[in-house]
């Protein structure tokens, strides 16, 4: 790995983005509309369904954002030559895919950084806990999403297949982080696979951090999802073959 | 200096289950430009995948620059153009240049050498997905000649150009070759093969012929007025008979 390298894929990504404004405005303000559409559906409601439902939503954002946008943007560059010709210089795997993560996740760390600010500031979503680390878990979120998106890449052929991955590997996901229904009373075998999801632990750690004023839970939450999305890369980079067919 | 920039013995090359290069012998002088001449599918961007180390599924001793093809010192020293041209579509010229100069090492002025050498300086600032299919080959082109590489490996980089341009890079070709790089560039049209100093003809997978072009055109029996495409049929139906 070399430095030089992994900023300079990682200034080329963030370059590409800068100049495709609308994706760029979808990434930042999409979130903040979606957080104020649940924020309205339960005004009138009583209770604090806002509050229960907020955090998860905001774990959830990096991650299917960036799931995406990577497992899109690295299939074009497998299909368009590019990766192989600069496989074929003196790169090493991780530079490309840490280059990755780090534009992805400065992204990310904009975009969550958006909408807590709306949800903290406009929308009263009450956090125990210190703001600023809501935020780091979403970064986390955002590596974890690319990090799965790259892996999956290598599996499609098309960007139409890429898309399909995301219901396949995120909305399971999304259903048994404990949003919808409590992890706890999840049938066993349930509660079992929700153990085993890396977004379980995002949203468990978003939830504590609205609850509570104590942090070693988050951080504890935060290495798991840190571990995943460490493995992920590990995965995304065996994929990444020099020599191909 | 090093005569040969790529020696080859017994190359075979296996796609899925199907062998499209069948054992090949050749050698590749530093100085001179190579052609590698012939029909599209019959294995030219393999064996030039091969000789960069991107190609799996290769059997033989393929010897480039005195190393292994694939070894890792050689990424700085070779010069690869894939046939689809490899350049991101939504970065500027200059851009593209930028970064691949970033990932090899390149002094940043060498970017502005490189665009003048294809003649992209009027459109440097432009975003690749605008220009034309000639000018985004010349972009992907620019980024081989980077960092000075002793081996241009070259798929079919005057397709589809203009005939004044086409003359601009093979007079370009030739003055690299004369510094002595090796230069291999493959094309389907044989009316090229005249510029080369020497010809690799390829049919499904191996060589009919290896030689200047006069050479391949005595060799089919042919005088000198005759032209590369005539010799191909006369060494195919040769063998044939």
Redesign the interface.
Known sequence: MNPRITLAIAARVLTQLRRDHRTLAIMLVLPCLLISLLWWMFEDLPGDSFDRLGPGLLAMFPFIVMFLVTSVTTLRERSGGTLERLLAMPMGKLDFLFGYAIAFGLVAAVQSAAAVALSVGLLDLTIEGPVWLLTVVAVADAVLGSALGLFVSAFAQTEFQAVQFMPALVIPQILLCGLFVPRAVLPDVLNVVSDVLPLSYAVDAMAHLTRSTTTSDVWADLAVVAAYAVAGLALGAGTLRRRSE | MMKNAVEVAGLTVV??RREVLHGLDFTIPAGQVTGLLGPSGCGKSTLMRTL???????TGTVTVLGEPA?S?VL??R?G?V?Q????????SVA?NLA??A????VDRRETRQVIEAVDLVDHADQ?VGRLSGGQRSRASLA?ALLGSPSLLVLDEPTVGLDPVLREDLWAMFHRLADGGVAVLVSSHVMDEAERCDRLLLMRDGVFIADGTPTEIKEKAGLDRAADIEQAFLTIVRGEAA
Not at chain 2, 84 to 91: I, R
Not at chain 2, 102 to 105: F, I, P, Q, S, T
């Open positions: 796609r899925g960069v180390g991107v190609q799996a599924g290769v694939g890792p990424r700085h070779i690869y894939t689809a041209p490899s350049v991101y579509d939504d970065l851009e970064f691949f970033r990932v090899l090492g975003v980024v």
